[in-house]
Every structure is written in structure tokens, then in C-alpha cells.
């Protein structure tokens, strides 16, 4: 007699996703499917705007990573418009987009994941959470409180507001960087040293106590992409993809936006409203890869700036080839984050940084266009096309949720596997196969939804939909 | 790194596009405008009360919150002191209630402002829109008064209450 049991909603995650997992007539776990339950639509009713509202208007996908909706979108508009943006307005969306990175990277260790760590898997899951963090390890706390108020401040004097604003705009960006605003957040670079080094010290102590979830986090081969500058160090906001196969070897080289389509495949399956991405030349499901900071750091030969190269390194040690495990997502996330104070700070000493010249014009010279950035969890590609008056005509987003889609699943049913064990599941077992998503820090929606209120109840159904056991939290 | 240490911390939450939700910010625009002429008054509106406020919040000497209720009756203005005893056991990412700020800001920080004080306006409506109920419209004199009475006492009340 086959049964399932249901985790709805999964929590600490950015929106709303919930498992399944499928028992067999033994009560062994056959297959877990890791569902994302809402519908957005943007993609469909950005038809008919003016091509130069799609930055504000994709911005609005995310509340954590707006920046990179901007980014991605902007870039589309212009391969649109045929235009190079200056040198100046490229710089400061890089450092834009950097800030973003670090504070959402914050959000996601600190205040999601960090409580596992520090209290336990196993711990009360009603002090998992910034304030059993806090109790815990005021240091840490304040440290992970800190880094996010330093991505969110860089934002907020960049673009006036520290969600959704509309200073990035096809060409470059709206208003030059003043010096007052450099030395402001020239002033904050020390502090954000401090803490992301704390983290890091912290979490390299810790991790070793995590061996079991390692090997069973979503440890697996898999292919791995992200940009990469022509140097093969990291890039978050220019560059071309690179795509490496579980060996390490690189499959796709160069890849830029306008050539992602012919590379990334996008397939549906019934139980989620997410895309699944996969690596065309292989099919799907075969296909499927990794994005976001593990794959990155997978990627990359350097990482450009010295404290996060040295970190690098250490991190390569970790496997002879690519790095498999995601739980390994979590330090990778700490290395990421020290090398955007570091570029940050790179950036700002740039003799150019307060040059007036940061935006190009242009009319609609294509009727086609793409950009991608990289989003903190991972690459993101726009794609639109418009008519000759330059009304969006038709749009397609791959997001980086949707590119790790097939991994987290993969990571679900591996951990499910493992965790469940005679039709029965702790509280232990339900938060490490929550965990294993977490650790791909998903942004399964956007700053409209709440997550935190929702009850979460797990329920195990016999074949005949009869409740076999059921946990409340 | 941009710390708030205001003598007076006035410190909105609300949606704009979610009818009566918008009341918090509308009051802190209010505000702003109000107390612009003094310099120890800080006036910080968000969408969302999120955990990184809780240094803002226990650095500053009092702190008035103002934040619609969904609890009292439409158009109800209340003022009432709170204290740093929220449920601390939400997930608590991207919200916080005044208390759980001030609890978080305790823990982290080791400080309270001397006095903290929440006004609330009950709302009649949180549906999609940009305009305010017939209670809250008619409720905003009374708010506005009660919002310059709390900052006369906070800003004239340093000792330690909390």
C-alpha cells in the first residue's frame, strides 16, 4: 500500500513550497517532489508595457533580490536599444548588485539556516529563529544583523530606496555616485569585514560537526554554471556563462544572453508551478545543473579580490573536483559575501567612480533582447521581444529557482531516503529535508507574501487518503 | 553603520496600496513634516517591521511606533506603552511586532530606549486600494493629535520606564 507524506508549508524559505513524499507498499521512500504552489504571471502581463518599464516592473518579482530583476531586465533593454552603458554606470550597478548579494546572503544564512546550525537540527523548532540565534550568540546575531543592514544601507544610498528602486534604467542608472555616498559606505567596509569574518570562523569551526547532512544534502554529481569573466575569476553582473560537467570539465564556454536559449532548455512538470531547466545537448531530466554560489565557486579558478581567493582555496580543498554536497551552499554563501565588501571597496577606489557620465540613450534598435546577472541564489536570464514601437510582445524569465528545480528534488528525495524511516518521521527528519532546500536558498516568491504566520502541518496519508500520522507545528 | 540615535525614534509600518495599512506611513509623513524643525525627532517609515531595526530601536532614547490594528475597532486611536514581551517564537525574517523589536534589540544590543510607546488606529479596511476607510479618515485629527502628545512626552520623559 503505497502512502505519502505532505510538508505544507515548508518554512524559512522565501515563499511559499511545499514536499511530498511517496512511500511504497514496504514504506520506503519511492519519490518526493518539492512543489512551489503559487503563480506569478509577470511574464504575461508585461505584454503591451513600453520596453523601458520592464526593469521597474520585473524589479517587482522579488523583495530580496530586486536588484538582479533590474539588472537582468535592464541588460534586455539594452540589446533592445544597441547600446554599451558607460563605464561608470557599469561600475556602480556591479556594486549595486554586490550589495544585494551580501545582505540577501545574510538574510539566508543568519536568519534561515543559521539557527540549525548553532542550536541544532534537532532543537526546539520554535527558538530556530533570529531571536533563539540572538539568545544563543548575541555576537553572531549582531554580526548577521549587521551585514544585512550593510547590503540594505549601500542600496538604499545608491538607489534611495532598500527594496525596489528605480535607479538602474535601461542605459545605466539615473544618478551619479557623489563623494559624500562613497566615503558613507567606504565608512561601513571595516565593520562588514568584522562580521562576514566572524561567520566565516564560525561556520568552518561548525561545519565539521555536520558531516551526516553533508552526505546526504543533495550530494550528488551534477552539471554547475555561473558568469565568469574572461580571467575566470567570478562575476556577478557582466561576463559570459560558463558550464562545467561533474567532473569539472567545462561543457559551454562564452555563453552569452542572446545564446542562453540555445543552450538552457525549460521544462514543466505537473506538481509545481516552477520551470525546470536543464542543459539542452543532454535532455531533460538528465540535463539538469546547479546555480548559485556553490556552483559559482565550482566554476571560477579565482576570485579576484585577495581575502575571498585565500577563502577559495580552502574551499577547493574540500573535493579533488567539483564541490557536490549542498550543504557546502552555506559556506560558499560566507565566501561570496566577504568578496563583495572586498569588490566593494575595489569599486569605490576606481579614479572614474564619480564620473557625471553613467547613462546612454537610444531608441528601440532591435526588436529582441537578453540580459543575465547573477542573482545571490543563482543566474537569471531575461529575454523579451517587442514591436517596432518597442511594446513588450512577448517575455520569457529563467530564474535561478527554477534552474536548481530538478537539483532540490533530487536533494528532497536523497534526504527523504535517508531521514524517513518505517512510514515515521521526527521533527529532526522533517527540518533536515527542509534544510536541504534551504540550502539552495530559493526565492520562491516575492516581498508580497508572509510566510512566517502559516501553521505548518505534515500529514501521512495511507494510499486511501487515511491520516497515518501527522505532525503540527 | 547608518545608526539611528534619535532622542525621539518615530518608527511607521504599513502597506500604501493596502487601504487603512497605509495609515502608519501617512502618519510619519505627517510627522516629518511636523517635527522637521526638530532635530531630535528621527522620523523612518518601512513597509515591514524587519529584525535589522532592533539597532535603531535600542539605540534611540524613546521610540514611538505607529502601525494600524486589526484588533480595535475602525478608527479607534490608541496610545499605550510596550514593552520588550512579544512572542519571540515566529519566524520572524521579515516582520516583527514593536515588542519583538524591542526584545531582539535587548539581546543583541544589551539597550532599551528609556520609554517606547505604540499608537494604533484601527482598520476598517486592509483590501487592495490607496484610500483610507471612512473610520480612519475621520480618525486621523485625533491621531495626529495623539502623535504630537506622545512625542511632547517621550521627548520631555528621558527616565526609564521600560
Known amino acids: 500500500m503505497s502512502q505519502t507524506i505532505t510538508i505544507d508549508p515548508v518554512t524559512r524559505l522565501e515563499g511559499h513550497g511545499k514536499i511530498t513524499i511517496y512511500l511504497d507498499g514496504n514504506g520506503e521512500v519511492e519519490n518526493a517532489q518539492f512543489h512551489v504552489t503559487q503563480v506569478r504571471g509577470f511574464e504575461r502581463f508585461a505584454q503591451g508595457r513600453p520596453f523601458y518599464e520592464m526593469p521597474s516592473l520585473m524589479a517587482r518579482i522579488c523583495g530580496i533580490c530586486p536588484v538582479s530583476h533590474l539588472i537582468a531586465s535592464a541588460k534586455a533593454c539594452e540589446a533592445i536599444m544597441s547600446v554599451r552603458i558607460p563605464h561608470t554606470g557599469a561600475q556602480l550597478r556591479r556594486m549595486l548588485n554586490l550589495a544585494q548579494m551580501v545582505q540577501s546572503h545574510a538574510l539566508s544564512f543568519f536568519y534561515l539556516s543559521s539557527p540549525d546550525l548553532l542550536l541544532g537540527m534537532e532543537s526546539n523548532p520554535a527558538t530556530r529563529n533570529i531571536f533563539g540565534v540572538a539568545a544563543a550568540s548575541p555576537e553572531l546575531g549582531r554580526a548577521g544583523v549587521g551585514l544585512r543592514r550593510f547590503g540594505q544601507h549601500i542600496i538604499e544610498l545608491l538607489g534611495d530606496k532598500r527594496i525596489h528602486p528605480g535607479w538602474v534604467v535601461p542605459g545605466g542608472v539615473t544618478e551619479p555616485l557623489s563623494a559624500a555616498k562613497r566615503d558613507a559606505i567606504l565608512a561601513m567596509i571595516p565593520e562588514a569585514y568584522a562580521n562576514v569574518t566572524l561567520a566565516l570562523n564560525w561556520y568552518k569551526k561548525v561545519a565539521d560537526t555536520f558531516k551526516a547532512e553533508i552526505d546526504v544534502f543533495a550530494n550528488f554529481p551534477s552539471l554547475y554554471m555561473g558568469l565568469i569573466n574572461e580571467d575566470e575569476s567570478i562575476e556577478f553582473t557582466d561576463g559570459t556563462l560558463r558550464m562545467i560537467d561533474a567532473q569539472g570539465k567545462t561543457i559551454e564556454d562564452g555563453i552569452t544572453a542572446s545564446r542562453y536559449t540555445d543552450v538552457i532548455g525549460e521544462a514543466v512538470e505537473n506538481y509545481s508551478y516552477t520551470k525546470f531547466a536543464y542543459y539542452k545537448p543532454l535532455g531533460y531530466p538528465q540535463g539538469s545543473y546547479r546555480v548559485g554560489p556553490l556552483a559559482r565557486l565550482n566554476i571560477v579558478k579565482s576570485m579576484g579580490t585577495p581575502l575571498a581567493e585565500k577563502e577559495l582555496a580552502l574551499f577547493k580543498q574540500l573535493a579533488a573536483g567539483p564541490v557536490e554536497s549542498s550543504f557546502h551552499y552555506h559556506h560558499a554563501r560566507l565566501i561570496e559575501a566577504l568578496y563583495g565588501i572586498e569588490k566593494i571597496e575595489q569599486i569605490l577606489s576606481d579614479p572614474l567612480i564619480l564620473d557625471k557620465h553613467v547613462r546612454a540613450n537610444a531608441g528601440v534598435n532591435r526588436l529582441e533582447g537578453a540580459g543575465q546577472a547573477e542573482a545571490p541564489r543563482g543566474t537569471l536570464n531575461h529575454h523579451y521581444k517587442v514591436d517596432e514601437n518597442g511594446k513588450i510582445t512577448w517575455a520569457n524569465l529563467v530564474i535561478a529557482t527554477g534552474q536548481n528545480n530538478n537539483a532540490m528534488n533530487r536533494g528532497v528525495l536523497q534526504a527523504a531516503k535517508h531521514y524517513v524511516k518505517d512510514r515515521k518521521f521526527s521533527e529532526g527528519a522533517m527540518n533536515r529535508i527542509e534544510a536541504v532546500v534551504r540550502t539552495f536558498d530559493p526565492c520562491l516568491s516575492c516581498s508580497t507574501h508572509a510566510f512566517g504566520q502559516m501553521p505548518l502541518v505534515l500529514t501521512l496519508l495511507s494510499a486511501e487518503g487515511e491520516v497515518v500520522d501527522q505532525l503540527v507545528r | ?162
Open chain 2, 1 to 162: 553603520m547608518n545608526l539611528t540615535r534619535a532622542r525621539c525614534l518615530i518608527l511607521a509600518c504599513g502597506n500604501t496600496l493596502r487601504s487603512d495599512d497605509g495609515v502608519g506611513p501617512w502618519l510619519a509623513a505627517w510627522a516629518q513634516e511636523r517635527f522637521r524643525d526638530e532635530p531630535g525627532v528621527l522620523v523612518v517609515s518601512r513597509h515591514q517591521w524587519t529584525p535589522e531595526l532592533a539597532q535603531d530601536v535600542s539605540s534611540s532614547e524613546s521610540v514611538l511606533f505607529i502601525d494600524c490594528s486589526a484588533e480595535s475597532a475602525p478608527g479607534a486611536v490608541q496610545l499605550l506603552a510596550v514593552s520588550p514581551t512579544g512572542e519571540t517564537q515566529a519566524l520572524a525574517t521579515h516582520h516583527l511586532d514593536a515588542a519583538q523589536l524591542l526584545a531582539l534589540g535587548r539581546t543583541l544590543y544589551g539597550s532599551l530606549p528609556a520609554n517606547a510607546l505604540q499608537l494604533t488606529i484601527g482598520a476598517g479596511s486592509t483590501e487592495l486600494g490607496e484610500e483610507f476607510s471612512a473610520p480612519v479618515r475621520a480618525a486621523l485629527p485625533i491621531a495626529c493629535l495623539k502623535l504630537e502628545e506622545a512625542v511632547a512626552l517621550l521627548l520631555r520623559n528621558k527616565e526609564r520606564s521600560l
